[in-house]
C-alpha cells in the first residue's frame, strides 16, 4: 500500500484555474456590493466640477455636461471656449466615461419638488456652470453653448447669454450596491461637499 505524499502538480494547477475563474465571477460582484464604483464615480465628477470651475473663470465659456447614455452608462463632457478671434483651438470637448450602467445618478433642483433620476428622465443630462463674477454656480443650463453663439455674442461685442434654466443644482447623488455619495452644491461659492451614506 502507497502511501498519499499530497498533491501532484496537475491538481495544484487546476485548482488555481479554478480559483482564478471563481474570483474573476466574484470580483465585480463584490466591487458593486461594496460601491467601489460609486466612489470612483463621485471622484470623477468632483475632479470635473473642479475643472470646469477653474476653466469657467479664465475662459468665456466653461460648462459641464454629466449625462446617461442608453446602454453605456454616464458621461462627463466639459465644454470650453476661450472667445478667441480666430476659431481654430479656441473651442473643446472633453468626453470622459464616468460610470457603467450598475451606478444610478439622480440629481434634486431647486424648483422642482422630486430628485430627477437620470436613467428615467426623457432628457438623461444635467449642465453646469459657474458665474464668473461671483464664482458661484450659475443656474441649471438648458443646453451648452455653442461656438457659433459664443462668436456672435463678441462679433456684437455683447455679453455671453447663457441657456440659464430656472433653477439651481442642491444636490448629486450617485448609488452603486450598497453605498451612496451624495454631492452637495453650494449655490453662492460655487464650492460642494461630499457625504457618505
Not at 115 to 128: A, G, Q, T, Y
Not at 131 to 136: K, L, S, W
Amino acid at each position: 500500500m502507497r502511501k498519499n505524499d499530497g498533491f501532484t502538480l496537475v491538481e495544484l494547477i487546476v485548482t488555481v484555474a479554478i480559483m482564478t475563474v471563481l474570483i474573476g465571477f466574484v470580483a465585480p460582484s463584490i466591487n458593486s456590493l461594496l460601491g467601489f464604483e460609486a466612489q470612483k464615480a463621485t471622484g470623477r465628477v468632483t475632479a470635473a466640477l473642479d475643472n470646469t470651475r477653474v476653466q469657467a473663470m479664465n475662459r468665456l465659456v466653461g460648462e459641464m455636461k454629466l449625462e446617461y447614455k442608453e446602454g453605456q452608462g454616464y458621461y462627463i463632457t466639459e465644454y470650453l471656449d476661450l472667445g478667441k478671434d480666430s476659431r481654430k483651438d479656441s473651442y473643446e470637448q472633453q468626453e470622459e466615461k464616468v460610470a457603467s450602467n450598475k451606478v444610478r445618478i439622480r440629481y434634486k433642483l431647486s424648483d422642482k419638488a422630486n430628485p430627477i433620476e437620470m436613467k428615467e428622465e426623457s432628457d438623461k443630462s444635467l449642465i453646469l456652470t459657474y458665474n464668473r463674477e461671483t464664482g458661484g454656480f450659475r443656474p441649471v443650463q438648458t443646453s451648452v453653448m455653442l461656438p457659433d453663439e459664443v462668436s456672435e455674442s463678441l462679433q456684437k461685442n455683447e455679453d455671453i447669454q447663457f441657456h440659464d434654466g430656472t433653477g439651481y443644482c442642491e444636490w448629486i447623488e450617485i448609488r452603486c450596491g450598497l453605498r451612496t455619495r451624495t454631492i452637495y452644491l453650494k449655490q453662492e461659492t460655487g464650492g460642494y461637499e461630499v457625504k457618505v451614506n
